[in-house]
């Protein structure tokens, strides 16, 4: 196989931290118009063996060297296992694995990271978190600053090398190659089912969010873009790739691009516009900006860590008698939820209710006995205040809900019994975790 152009493996490295249809369509498509990839899911029990640097892991598919704790380490290698049928639905044709376990490290910090690329006799990329090179086939990252994110990038780097042992191309664009990772990166996972191509309830990285910063800081140009003349940058490849992905008119023309590159073919703009049905890609442009300015994901954490499991799932924790929150971005939502018995997982958890900023916002928060507080932040000052009791949920889950908000007051339902709390900042809604870890499950959003 020939290597990728310097430029290919470059850009393809640079994540931080790593259907003929009309041209006539509705720029902002109805829910039902949109797809998502499929979900896989399996029960993995890895080998999971002490290394130098953390825990060995091996499952059928994988080994991979981690400088994680024995719980990361042993989620990751399943995560990758689940994944590789994810992977393998999603590129055309068989995966040539090279007769044997692919390799992946995720190392402790940059240096030891950029040790390792050396050690192999290739050259460290700047600016990145994440590397792959198929010269050696593997991937190689080091660890981030949430959980998440280290998942996210660590799904980034098997991208890139599933996609070079499914293709028969060896040298497509860089555009290409980094937006299918990027895409293929955000995903939903609960512990054993696994989807790629999501939009995550919350990320510390709002990249979706970036992508209208982009749009309104330089015009499009998506011929320019995929003449691989001018790198738009990850956000909007990204969102590129969740449009052509994503939307039913144009989804087959778009695998009909995508089987071009990988088979080796270079189409430019127009032979690309040919294949999507279109006289030009200028004729999509305004409709991707419409879908890109709707696409953001839907909750902004405030303080870590805050994870993203599935469509209505999130894990939150906040130890150390530290609070965290993560609130909706638009205001005055309603919001419903259950959370684990906060007398099996310790601390407490509830709801935002009202956010003006870290120093002005307020909280509801149930503890194990089944008290009910309220968490109070003005001019920075916190205040707690007993609102009252449920009985104690025991080691069952807790039903919470936002019912209604007017300046300066807050109504919301714990279990069942309807509760009001005064308020300074804006009413908002949102997830709030004290000194505990919490699966936030059934998460619906709706409006007042």
């Given amino acids: ?237 990204l969102e590129l790739f969740r449009y052509f992905e994503t939307h039913t008119q144009r989804a087959p023309g778009w695998l009909a691009v995508r089987d071009a590159f990988d088979a080796g073919e270079a189409p430019d703009a127009q032979g690309i516009a040919d294949l999507l049905g279109v006289d030009s890609l200028a004729d999509i442009e305004d409709p991707f900006d419409a879908f890109v300015r709707q696409d953001p994901e839907p909750l902004e954490p405030i303080w870590l860590e805050w994870q993203h499991r599935t469509p209505t799932s999130v894990r939150g924790w906040s130890l150390g008698g530290a609070m965290s929150v993560a609130r909706i971005k638009e205001p005055a939502q309603t919001l419903s939820v259950t959370v684990d018995s906060p007398s099996v997982m310790g601390g407490a958890s509830g709801l935002l209710v009202a956010w003006d900023s870290a120093d002005e916002h307020t909280a509801i928060l149930v503890g194990g006995d089944g008290g009910v507080s309220r968490w109070h932040v003005s001019g920075g000052q916190v205040q707690w205040t007993d609102l009252g009791a449920i009985p104690a949920p025991g080691s069952d889950p807790v039903a919470l809900a936002i019912t209604g908000s007017d300046p300066g007051e807050a109504r919301f339902s714990v279990n069942g019994s309807a509760f009001s709390v005064p308020v300074t900042a804006r009413p908002g809604a949102g997830l709030a975790v004290y000194d505990s870890d919490v699966l936030f499950d059934d998460l619906v959003r709706g409006t007042p």
């Avoid at 029960?43 to 719980?71: C, K, M, N, W």
């Avoid at 390799?103 to 192999?120: G, M, S």
């Avoid at 089912?193 to 969010?209: H, I, K, N, Q, S």
């Fill in 1 to 237: 196989m020939r290597p990728l152009s310097p430029l290919t493996v470059l850009l393809s490295s640079l994540l931080l931290g790593c259907p003929p249809a009309p041209v006539e369509e509705d720029p902002t498509p109805a829910p039902s118009t949109l797809r998502e990839q499929p979900e896989f899911c399996g029960e993995v029990t890895p080998l999971v063996q002490p290394s130098a640097i953390g825990f060995r892991t091996e499952t059928e598919h994988y080994v991979l060297d981690l400088a994680l704790d024995e719980e990361e380490a042993t989620e990751l290698a399943r995560l990758a296992e689940t994944a590789w049928a994810a992977f393998g639905s999603y590129f055309p044709g068989d995966i040539d694995d090279g007769g044997g376990q692919l390799e992946a490290f995720v190392d402790a910090t940059e240096a030891a990271w950029a040790d390792r690329i050396a050690a192999d006799g290739l050259g460290v990329p700047w600016g990145a978190g994440g590397f792959f090179h198929p010269a050696t086939n593997r991937a190689y990252l080091y660890a981030q600053p949430t959980v998440y994110y280290t998942r996210q990038l660590f799904l980034h780097e098997l991208g890139h090398q599933l996609h070079a042992a499914a293709r028969t191309s060896s040298d497509p664009p860089a555009w290409y190659v980094e937006g299918t990772a990027e895409f293929l990166s955000r995903h939903d996972w609960d512990g054993r089912c696994v989807r790629l191509g999501v939009v995550p309830l919350l990320t510390f990285e709002d990249m979706p969010a970036d992508a209208v910063d982009d749009l309104d800081a330089e015009a499009l140009d998506l011929p320019y873009w995929v003449d691989d003349v001018g790198f738009p940058g990850r956000p909007l490849m």
